[in-house]
């Protein structure tokens, strides 16, 4: 029998395994293709040149890895993946997205910025073509140059490198008395974080980086098919070592550069500075982002009247970005 959904994306794509892990944990059934090898069906449905692309049991497309997600779990709402309560559910979402706009600088930078990563990398996309070393060759040319994207040059470089580091060390204590962030079962919030440290953690000075720490480690290998092991814990049990993560993070650095690339964007403006943690950041604005930041504040004004949730957005810097225009 042919597979329902037909997942098309890259090994190499933290967005594509992301998608094929949360089609693995709730059981849907589907095939997975590389673009590569699926450019017919890829060119007829795809809207824009992006993976991982999602074709439906109904002949239709889907693009973007939070929609798919979230479009998806309204079909298939077991197992959920959206920690209960109004503070553990929108800090999942909060960190869902902390992965897929700040983690990627991390990964993108991390698999570029070096040589030894570079020739690692480009190799192992060229690993199918006749001539490995002309391949890789001409996708270190066309890939080095675009690090710019995600904000990576030599002022921000330090910058990235360190969140890198600080999270994964912050998870590492996190993930001491837990399988997965929220508890004995992945949350949104897993998905979107671990895609980016996976990816990153295959390539040489990331890797190096991350394989000193055995509980991310695991989480990172048990996320590739992840499984329910459990409940979610209460937001009670998680605060004290998740909370850090969004202090040092996601307020001190995440939201405060998402508003500040969306101010850019608004102007009109080619670059924009921003100060993280006391540091000097310069980059060209990403436009995407800024509709995705969008989204997240929409998310957070539906649960803006809860005390506990603002009390802690407060407490880690975060809450004046949210709820900032």
Known sequence: MAANYTVIGSEESPYSVKVRSYFRYKGIDHEWRARGEAAELFAEHARLPLIPLVVTPADAGMQDSTPIIEALEAQFPE?????????????????????????????FHMRWAREV???????????NADDVDSAAQSIRERMVPRVWFVGSNAV???????????????????????????????????????????EAGRDPTAGEVIAGHANVVAWLERMISPSELGDFEPWDALEGTLAPLLRDQVGGLFLPWSNANARAIGNGDDEFEVTLKGNRWVQKPQKYHSRSLTALKAKYAAVADDPALDALLDATGCKAFLASA
């Open 79 to 107: 197992p959920g993946i959206h920690p209960p309560g109004v503070v553990a559910g929108f800090v999942s979402a909060l960190l869902e997205e902390f992965g897929d706009e700040w983690g990627n600088k991390w990964m």
């Open 117 to 127: 990563d570079q020739v690692a990398v480009s190799r192992r996309f060229a690993a």
């Open 156 to 198: 921000t470089a330090p910058q990235i490198e360190q969140s890198l580091a600080d999270t994964v060390a912050i998870l590492e204590q996190h993930l001491q008395s837990r399988t997965y962030l929220f508890g004995a079962r992945p949350a949104f919030a897993d998905f979107g974080l671990w895609a980016q440290i996976y």
